[in-house]
């Protein structure tokens, strides 16, 4: 490499940037993984400024493609192609090809590329959050903690510039592998650094879910709800999870008032958005809160534009049911053609959401056994469409209340106790479930039933 190449602040190469722009892209990686609003806007200012900074463009891409729509990939390619014809490092090739793999929809060559960079250049923190978080949502749990387990030897100092971003992609990686302990530590540290850091809060809110630790959860929620609207849309998440804290308790009011005011105020078609509505929506009705039809209308409107060009295959469950409830049986037809085309293209991930959305489509029009046995067929493999353990259990919630629907209470009992499994991390977790495993053997009521389903 000249001597006079640029660097980041950890000491990697870039190519086409000015020296004196450095602190600029350092702000706008730090600023997008801090989710702080306008990044987008400051970064198509600064490519203007910067026109031959490929990594920059891929960095664009990487933006792009992370909206989860088809809609945006064709601005992704532009970068691409960009960058591609632009002079480049070997690592910041291997980026270049992470991005064209995205975009060919192939995730075991974009996952190739990122972990040949992380191998090499174990600091390359776009690299690391990228691959992190396309794992999480191709359901590869282990995969993820691995990469995160991989790399943290090299991260130990405090001083490596975006340490604490480091922290919290790992602290999320170990949660959802059940490594509670670390999980928290490492939220904790990344806090530290910027209390602001919402996904180290999302780490740790995610940690006192697993862990049964509700008051804790809400604490810290409701303590961050006095910044979390200084933020971008991931914001919502966060509200949603203080709501799941309230679903808990069975503050059913209070969490319709957090969905119209935070979670879910307009008609957004961001998809976390719609997760997050359609799913807590589905929660109150399997506990008999009547929602209304407006709250299902003002998500069917988000769906109608980005169900059939949706690409993170989770978010399909949630589309297809905002259109079945209200209404749109040919829009929720389109939903499925559309996951079942991209299945015939290769998708492994839009056949089981296919699948998956057929089988809710029936339980929301009451065809409840059959369902059930859809969704029992198929239950082994609901992880592969990623999401979190939390976000998970909708399906349990489906399942369950069919299976109530249509009176099958020695399924309904076994439904329950599987889904508390989950949550065995330790032998004392293992004592407890054991003795809710006896209770639940016992419920013969609604009540006890929806009472286990809010926890
Ligand atoms: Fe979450």
């Known amino acids: 490499m000249p001597s006079s190449q640029p660097t980041d602040a950890r000491g990697l190469a870039l190519t086409g940037i000015d020296a004196s722009a450095i602190d600029t892209y350092e702000a706008l990686?730090?600023?997008?993984?801090?989710?702080?609003?306008?990044?987008?806007?400051?970064?198509?200012?600064?490519?203007?400024?910067?026109?031959?900074?490929?990594?920059?463009?891929?960095?664009?891409?990487?933006?792009?493609?992370?909206?989860?729509?088809?809609?945006?990939?064709?601005?992704?390619?532009?970068?691409?192609?960009?960058?591609?014809a632009l002079p480049a490092t070997p690592r910041?090739?291997?980026?270049?090809?992470?991005?064209?793999?995205?975009?060919?929809?192939?995730?075991?060559?974009?996952?190739?590329?990122?972990?040949q960079i992380l191998a090499e250049w174990p600091?390359?923190?776009?690299?690391?959050?990228?691959?992190?978080?396309?794992?999480?949502?191709?359901?590869?749990?282990?995969h993820q903690a691995m990469v995160a387990a991989s790399v943290a030897s090299r991260w130990e100092s405090d001083d490596i510039p975006g340490h604490a971003l480091f922290l919290s992609a790992y602290s999320f990686a170990m949660e959802e592998v059940g490594h509670y302990a670390e999980a928290e530590r490492a939220a904790k540290k990344a806090l530290e650094s910027q209390p602001q850091d919402l996904w180290a809060i999302h780490a740790l809110a995610h940690v006192l879910e697993m862990q049964v630790r509700r008051k804790e959860g809400i604490a810290l929620l409701e303590h961050s709800a006095a910044f979390l609207n200084d933020y971008n849309l991931f914001r919502g998440h966060l509200w949603w999870h203080l709501a799941m804290f309230k679903y808990a308790e069975g503050a059913f009011d209070e969490i319709l008032e957090l969905l119209d005011r935070e979670?879910?105020?307009?008609?957004?078609?961001?998809?976390?958005?719609?997760?997050?509505?359609?799913?807590?929506?589905?929660?109150?009705?399997?506990?008999?809160?009547?929602?209304?039809?407006?709250?299902?209308?003002?998500?069917?409107?988000?769906?109608?534009?980005?169900?059939?060009?949706?690409?993170?295959w989770f978010t399909t469950l949630h589309h297809v049911l905002s259109l079945q409830r209200s209404g749109r049986d040919s829009a929720v037809n389109e939903a499925l053609a559309?996951?079942?085309?991209?299945?015939?293209?290769?998708?492994?991930?839009?056949?089981?959401?296919?699948?998956?959305?057929?089988?809710?489509?029936?339980?929301?029009?009451?065809?409840?056994?059959?369902?059930l046995d859809s969704l029992l067929t198929?239950?082994?493999?609901?992880?592969?469409?990623?999401?979190?353990?939390?976000?998970?259990?909708?399906?349990?919630?489906?399942?369950?209340?069919?299976?109530?629907?249509?009176?099958?209470?020695?399924?309904?009992?076994?439904?329950?106790?599987?889904?508390?499994?989950?949550?065995?991390?330790?032998?004392?977790?293992?004592?407890?479930?054991?003795v809710l495993a006896r209770q639940i053997d016992e419920f013969r009521t609604i009540e006890q039933v929806n009472a286990e389903l809010r926890q």
Do not use: C
């Not at 891929?58 to 493609?65: A, E, I, T």
């Open 92 to 115: 910041e090739r291997l980026h270049q090809e992470a991005l064209r793999a995205w975009l060919d929809q192939d995730p075991q060559a974009r996952g190739l590329a990122w972990e």
């Open 123 to 142: 600091l390359d923190l776009l690299a690391f959050r990228q691959h992190t978080g396309t794992l999480f949502w191709m359901g590869n749990k282990q």
């Open 263 to 312: 979670i879910y105020p307009g008609t957004s078609s961001f998809y976390l958005d719609i997760q997050n509505a359609a799913s807590m929506l589905i929660r109150l009705e399997v506990q008999g809160v009547s929602v209304g039809t407006e709250r299902w209308e003002r998500l069917a409107q988000a769906s109608l534009q980005t169900a059939a060009q949706n690409t993170i």
């Open 378 to 434: 198929l239950r082994q493999d609901f992880g592969l469409l990623g999401a979190s353990h939390v976000q998970q259990d909708i399906y349990q919630q489906i399942m369950i209340s069919a299976a109530m629907q249509i009176d099958d209470w020695p399924r309904v009992r076994q439904l329950l106790k599987e889904r508390k499994a989950v949550r065995i991390w330790d032998p004392a977790s293992l004592e407890q479930f054991k």
């Open 29 to 84: 990686i730090t600023d997008s993984y801090y989710y702080r609003l306008g990044v987008q806007d400051r970064l198509d200012s600064f490519l203007l400024e910067q026109p031959a900074f490929g990594l920059g463009h891929v960095f664009k891409g990487y933006s792009l493609m992370t909206d989860g729509v088809l809609a945006s990939h064709g601005k992704a390619a532009m970068h691409l192609e960009t960058a591609e």
């Open 338 to 371: 559309y996951a079942e085309a991209q299945a015939d293209s290769g998708s492994e991930q839009a056949l089981l959401a296919a699948w998956i959305s057929e089988a809710a489509v029936a339980y929301s029009r009451g065809e409840s056994q059959l369902a």
